[in-house]
């Protein structure tokens, strides 16, 4: 007997199929003969948000009622992926939706990928905010995630027929977009510019220029919870918008270039990850969002009051900053405190240190946001004023903390310098209660290295929420077949919502059956997957070889270098015959990354794995025993594809860089085996899943530390190991470039001479443990055990215990009753 605890449907299938007769007729206008696809994608989610609508006024009523404070989680990015079937699934309505479009006479599966993917970040950080509001909502808690709806998100990748990544612009709203609720009526105003005068002995800013800021509503149903929160995306129009109809010809022109500057506001994501942009459009950006999140919570929590007692807001909201990009909040919230509701400023900054907490995201430190003073004050000049006075207080109480005056000069939030500059991640520790890592490693290297000196004085301030990724899209909606397998090992379903429970498959690793069972749904997968890069991108896999995948962004710390250049060898020594090709494990690896368009060396990388994969999949020494697959714009469906599908993942990044990862807890949850190093979350990944189940290889992080003290020289690794010479010639000498030996030569250079991230230091280690990987996966039975046991121990990588440890440790709150 099977335990069935998944929320049941609100719906008949009938009635699911009248919801969408009914929007067909009233809202697109069409019949059911008439209908497109795309038309009953569109009826479809406005039938599941009306039935999710009264749970979603409920869950606001009893937030703003009740005694349970909420949680406002910041973020620039929310890549929340495609909503239909998640909203499905977490509504209990999957099997109505799929016999209701049936009996229309549509195929589910063709009406779902009419959808376009919401691209409304570039990776891991816009990912987890995604994880973290589906989780807030599964747990019963009343939150809000706030960020920007952008007209543009993250660009669409191309390759042109050299190879080289080409951005598109990825216009995902070209169509009605039927989950994002645009709410005219409760837009606000955020300003900029001008100057601060004095009257009445007070402070008040005089903007030069306003924009409206219109909430766009997603709704964010938790997984049999009954509660649904609310993701408010705002997006930035002009108010001269209704003026224009009062322009004649030649007076349009000049009016519309002021709506064009407002609307530009939320058009672009940054294509940036992990180096942040001096750009001044990025600052508007993070003040418009979150300034407008400010003063929608006050009119939500203290409705139609114009005297609130806001000492109370920490009660009844705590802010998370999810990174620095929401931290000009603090004086914002400072500012409006004091000048708009007349506060002195020790209350104000008592209320405002209560209300933020800050998670940071790095350990590059080229990537802690760091604005001009200058700049501040040329968009928000009564925020430079704040900021400034809250560095003059800051500086006070170290004072009274430490004698050590060199130690409190490298903590000013504002430097000492003719040009001063603004240190957010400074500005956010000294404006909120908590600080948090992502991972126990990063966390310690937060307290040891990047806030050091903060630690040192406020240690209480510092703790870890090691990441999680949720199960419900990342295992239910990916994995159907694994889910399925899971439930009937466990005899529940239970485990959907407590992922610990997935530590009941451990015993059954020792039962053949069931490993083979779980082997069956692999290759499954795999069939599924090569069925999948056949459709869209006329690729062909042979699912009976091992899949091999690298899927994050590209970054040199990330190491896809080290990937290729291994792939690279093994063609190397096949063509030189030191390795007879019948002896070669049939390995198909597959490639997913974007790279920032303005990232030289990322952008080298990507054309030569396209072009590694032209000669070694067209090369017939090779007889079909490599292959190299690099799907074109990788994204949330992608992921939700290939994961599943994948016998071994790669996270190879270099030790101390990669703070968490989230991938690395997909691909153990799906029943992958790791190749990684000791870096990020890979380090509790292995604690739990055990060592002898995970590949580890390359230098620790105190190795590293170590070899950066001496001086790292990375020619000598190349004269040391020739495989390593033997790759890094063939690149040099034309054999990816058709013969041209300076297709490449930026990226050899870098390699020989600077290599960073210390590809090289850790090439031999990699490819050693690759013997003991090809070994195991010649046994089946024994590698689908290890892949079972970690799917077995990482239910700890859930999004619903990181959310419940953020509860704990930092909000301080919980489900509502
Ligand atoms: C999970 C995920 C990421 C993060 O991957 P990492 O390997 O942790 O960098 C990035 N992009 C997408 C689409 C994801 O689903």
Known sequence: MTEITAPKSPVTTAEFADGIREQLKYGQGVTPEQATPADVYVASSLVVRHYLQDAWFKTQQDMVNGKTKAVGYLSAEFLIGKQLRNALLNAGMLDQFDEAVESLGF??????????????????LGRLAACYVDSLASLGVPAFGYGIQYRYGIFRQEFDSEGRQVEKPEYWLANEEPWGHVDYNRSQKVSFGGTVVEENGRKVWKPAWSVRAVPVDYMVPGYASGRVDTLRLWSARSYDEFDLLTFNKSEYLDAVKPKVEAENISKILYPEDSTPQGKRLRLEQQYFFVAASIQDVIRVFYPGQSNPDLTTLPDKITFQLNDTHPVIGIPELMRVLIDEY????????DITTKTFNYTCHTLLPEALEVWPADLIGELLPRHLEIINEINDHFLEELKGKTRDKEKIERMR???NEENPKVRMAYLATAGGSHVNGVAELHSQLLKDVTLRDFSDLYPDKFTNVTNGVTPRRFIRLANPRLSNLITEGLGTDKWLSDLEMLKGLEPLAKDDEFVKKFAAVKQANKEDFAAYAKREYGFEL??????????KRLHEYKRQSLKILALIAKYADIKSGKVSVDDVLPRTVIFGAKSAPGYYLAKMTIQLINNVARVVNNDPDIKGKLHVYYPWNYNVRLAQHLIPATDLDEQISQAGKEASGTGNMKFALNGALTVGTLDGANVEIRERVGAENFFLFGMTVDEVDALYAQGYHPAVYYERDPRLKAAIDM??????????RNTYAPLVADWLTKDWFMTLADFTAYCDIQGEIEALYRDPLEWNRKALLNVANSGYFSSDRAIQDYLDKIWHTGPLA
């Open 731 to 740: 690149v040099a000498d034309g054999t990816f470039s058709n013969g041209d």
């Open 542 to 551: 042979d699912p009976n070889t091992m899949f091999n995948s690298m899927i």
């Open 107 to 124: 195929d589910p599966q063709t009406v779902v990928d009419a959808e376009y993917e919401p691209a409304l970040g570039n990776g891991g």
């Open 342 to 349: 007349g506060y002195d400023w020790a209350t104000a900054w």
């Open 413 to 415: 939030i504002v430097t």
